[in-house]
């Protein structure tokens, strides 16, 4: 069963298997397609003392936070549920003392998943934010936060920031294969350095399809199989947020869940509802139908709108024709091994 199905497994082993307390998880989506359905997921399965990376904390960061099972968070951005009177998850924690957050421009949160997909210890960003409170404050990372370095070049300082590796990616893409090669379009914000910069990969999707549509449209594969530990199918899994090509943001959703937000009651019932009171996704999405009707979902699916394509054929696709002869020379392999050994070109 696991050869035929490949990496494809429920959300509930994905995340089973690949999050544990303690480690350092990243929200691979940049504000669109979140991964809604995973991160649902890891709140069921009452995950603690996460370190939580993502460049925009919107209701994913949020439901995390509210939860209990984020410590420490690193990011660019946070939303403010409830207007001026109210606040948010991320900053009841702030103030009440159970979170701790480190803040970064887009840039450097960026070029920290950059480093860290390259095998970087450290990148270089711009100087200029070192007259900024970015700079000069700092939480659970302190002086680790930037160092500044003297180029080697020209002697002048250099404002850097650590490589960010973390344990485990969580990002949701339009389709994948049962091998775990994952194909995302749109806009792309972080998600492939979100993703190759971890050390494990969970990825769902709208719909897994056969191998062959994906190496029919490869520019299309941000994270290749051979890097991903688990492909979850999971049909509008970033419900609320949208996914080019499926379906458009689902603003009602979206409001439920801002109006919940602006106070620790309101979230805390609506997660009770829409998270604890649904053992999957499926059931998430049948308790919103059950509750108000297909119309809303069935108003927000996309329109079709193809981009032309592109011809990716060639005269072969070996070197080697179908008799096992090199097409230039017209020698086996065999053949072009004895011949580099009689002119002592080949060595063993």
């Known amino acids: 069963m696991a050869e035929r199905n490949g990496k494809v497994v429920s959300a509930k082993e994905a995340i089973s298997r690949n999050v544990h307390d303690g480690d350092h998880l990243i929200i691979g989506n940049y504000t669109v397609g979140s991964c809604a359905a995973l991160v649902y997921e890891v709140i069921r399965q009452s995950r603690k003392k996460l370190t939580l990376y993502s460049q925009s904390g919107i209701f994913d960061v949020e439901a995390l936070v509210g939860s209990g099972c984020i410590d420490r968070l690193v990011t660019t951005y946070c939303l403010r549920a409830g ?12 103030n009440a003392g159970t979170l701790e957050l480190e803040d970064y421009t887009n840039f450097q949160y960026n070029a920290r998943l950059m480093a860290g997909m390259h095998g970087f210890s450290y990148i270089q ?11 000069h404050k700092r939480s659970f990372m302190g002086e680790d936060k930037y160092r500044v370095i003297k180029c080697p070049y020209t002697g002048k300082n250099q404002l850097t920031v650590p490589a ?6 969580i ?15 749109g806009a792309l914000g972080s998600v492939a350095a979100a993703a190759l910069a971890s050390k494990r990969i969970i990825v769902s999707c709208e719909e897994i399809v056969e191998h062959d549509v994906i190496q029919s449209s490869p520019h299309l594969t941000l994270i290749p199989a051979y890097r991903v530990d688990a492909v979850v199918e999971i049909p509008w899994g970033a419900n609320p947020t949208e996914v080019l090509g499926y379906y458009n943001m689902d603003q009602f959703m979206y409001g439920l869940f801002m109006a ?10 609506w997660l009770d509802e829409w998270v604890y009171g649904c053992p999957n996704h499926e059931a ?34 070996s070197r080697w024709d179908t008799e096992g002869r090199e097409r230039n020379m017209g020698l086996t392999l065999d053949e072009f091994e004895l011949t580099l050994k009689q002119r002592g070109k080949l060595y063993e």
């Open 83 to 94: 207007g001026r009177k109210g606040g948010s998850a991320v900053e009841r924690a702030l």
């Open 125 to 135: 960003v711009l100087e200029g934010a070192m007259v900024t409170d970015l700079f």
């Open 164 to 169: 960010a590796n973390p344990d485990v990616c």
């Open 171 to 185: 990002v949701h893409v339009q389709r994948a294969d049962k091998f775990g090669n994952a194909q995302y379009w």
């Open 260 to 269: 919940a937000d602006g106070t620790a009651d309101g979230l805390k019932a």
């Open 284 to 317: 998430y999405i049948n308790h919103y139908i059950q509750k108000f009707g297909s119309k809303c979902l069935d108003g927000i699916r996309a329109k079709a709108f193809y981009s032309a394509p592109a011809n990716y054929g060639s005269a072969f696709t």
